[in-house]
C-alpha cells in the first residue's frame, strides 16, 4: 500500500487551555488544511475566551529535547513560532531553529493577548528583535506590534510601508503588516517582500467579538501553504478570504472573545 505524503510542519507555541488561540488553533486549521502539524510546546496557559488566567514557560532543556524529538525524525517543511513568554525561551528557540536555515520560518511576534495579557515579557522583546527576526522568511506583526518593533507609531498607509521597511532592515525577508487593529472601516494589511514590492490586501471590518486566535490561524494558513511550496502572493489572497470567512461566522463557544468558525 502505498502510504500518503501530506506536508508536515511544525507550530512552536504555547497552549491555550479553552482551545481558541495559540497551538490549539494552529493545530486545528492544519488538520482542515490537510498538513501534517508536529507541536513544540513554549509553555502553557490557563486561559477562555474572557482573559488569561495564568502561564507558565516550560524549561529549556524540555523545549530542546521536544524539538530534537521532531526534528530528528519527521520532514519538516515549514516552522511557524506563536507566543514565546520569556527571554530565555526566544533565546533557544533562536538557538534551535537558526540550525535549519533551509526550512521557511513564519514568525508571528505575539505579544499580548486580545484581553491584555502580556505573552512576551520586556526583555524577550528586545531578544526577540535581535536574535530571531533576523531568522524569519516572514514576520507577521499587527500594528501595536509593529510599533513596538520599530519605535514609531503608525497611523496612516505610509507609516506602514515605513514599518514594513524598518522590520525588513532589521533582517526579516518579507513582512506581513495587519491592519486590523487600526481605526478605519476598511481593514489593510500590507505584504512587502523580499524584493520590495508591496501588495495591499483591504477587507470589510466586522463587528464582532469573536476574533480569539485570529493571529495565530492566519499565520498557521501561510505556513501550510509555504509547506505546499507556494509563494506568498500566492498564498495571500487565498488566506484573506479565508479569515474573513472565519471571523465573520462566529461559533457559540465561551462568553467572551469566543474562537473562529474554521468551518464556515
Ligand atoms: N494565547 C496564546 C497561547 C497565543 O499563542 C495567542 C496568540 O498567538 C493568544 C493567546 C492570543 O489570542 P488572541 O487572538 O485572543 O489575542
Not at 522583546?125 to 536574535?131: G, S, W
Not at 510601508?161 to 532592515?169: F, H, L, V
Request: aromatic share 4%; hydrophobic share 45%.
Amino acid at each position: 500500500m502505498a502510504l500518503e505524503k501530506i506536508p508536515q510542519v511544525l507550530t512552536i507555541a504555547g497552549t491555550d487551555a479553552s482551545g481558541g488561540a495559540g497551538l490549539n488553533a494552529d493545530t486545528r486549521f492544519f488538520a482542515l488544511a490537510h498538513v501534517y502539524a508536529a507541536t513544540v510546546v513554549t509553555g502553557i496557559t490557563a486561559q477562555n475566551t474572557q482573559g488569561v488566567q495564568a502561564m507558565m514557560p516550560v524549561s529549556e532543556s524540555l523545549l530542546r529535547q521536544q524539538m530534537k524529538s521532531v526534528m530528528d525524525d519527521l520532514d519538516i517543511k515549514a516552522i511557524k513560532t506563536g507566543a514565546l513568554f520569556d527571554e530565555h525561551i526566544v533565546k533557544t528557540v533562536a538557538d534551535l531553529v537558526s540550525e535549519f536555515p533551509e526550512i521557511p520560518l513564519v514568525i508571528d511576534p505575539v505579544m499580548v493577548a486580545k484581553g491584555g495579557a502580556k505573552l512576551l515579557s520586556d526583555a524577550a522583546i528586545d531578544l526577540m528583535i535581535k536574535a530571531l527576526l533576523p531568522l524569519s522568511d516572514l514576520i507577521t506583526p499587527n500594528l501595536e506590534e509593529a510599533a513596538v518593533i520599530t519605535g514609531q507609531s503608525i497611523n496612516s498607509k505610509d507609516d506602514m510601508c515605513q514599518a514594513a521597511q524598518a522590520i525588513q532592515q532589521l533582517g526579516a525577508k518579507h513582512v506581513l503588516l495587519k491592519g486590523g487593529h487600526g481605526a478605519e472601516e476598511t481593514v489593510s494589511d500590507l505584504l512587502y517582500t523580499a524584493d520590495q514590492q508591496a501588495y495591499w490586501y483591504r477587507s470589510e471590518r466586522f463587528d464582532t467579538i469573536r476574533t480569539h486566535g485570529t493571529g495565530d490561524t492566519l499565520s498557521a494558513y501561510i505556513t501550510a501553504g509555504l509547506a505546499k511550496e507556494l509563494t506568498l502572493p500566492e498564498i495571500m489572497p487565498d488566506a484573506k478570504v479565508y479569515m474573513n470567512q472565519v471571523i465573520q461566522n462566529g461559533i457559540d463557544v465561551g462568553h467572551g472573545h469566543g474562537p473562529l468558525n474554521l468551518w464556515a
